[in-house]
């Protein structure tokens, strides 16, 4: 079956840099659009950033712009999202998605999950 695997998660200050990772088992990893979701308490699943399949199209949500990158190792059936600068409002609990076809940001049109990697942000 498919499983996606997060980790990298963790508490940093703001400023930090963490890099989450997000390991990919029973698809064809190469062909799946690749996504990285956060959600907060109370709050909706938000896309933060997405990557197709070949690495030539991505999407970053403007909270993330400047400061997030996604990356994918189709080798490694990795996808990676680096943070830098990160603030009290990134804490959430970061979910990594894969789908095939284009980005969306509707979760629900997303096939795949991970159990998620907890990210807190302290002032």
């Known amino acids: 079956q498919v499983q996606l695997v997060e980790s990298g998660g963790g508490l940093v200050q703001a400023g930090d840099s963490l890099r989450l990772s997000c390991a990919a088992s029973?698809?064809?990893?190469?062909?799946?659009?690749m996504g990285w979701f956060r959600q907060a308490p109370g709050k909706e699943r938000e896309l933060v950033a997405g990557?197709?399949?070949?690495?030539?199209?991505?999407y970053y949500a403007d909270s993330a712009k400047g400061r997030f990158t996604v990356s994918r190792d189709n080798a490694k059936n990795t996808v990676y999202l680096q943070m830098n600068n990160l603030k009290p409002e990134d804490t959430a609990r970061y979910y990594c998605?894969?789908?095939?076809?284009?980005?969306?940001?509707?979760?629900?049109?997303?096939?795949?999950w991970g159990q998620g990697t907890q990210v807190t942000v302290s002032s």
């Open positions: 029973g698809l064809t990893f190469s062909s799946y659009t």
């Open positions: 998605a894969a789908r095939p076809g284009l980005i969306t940001r509707e979760p629900a049109s997303w096939n795949y």
């Open positions: 990557i197709i399949w070949s690495s030539t199209n991505e």
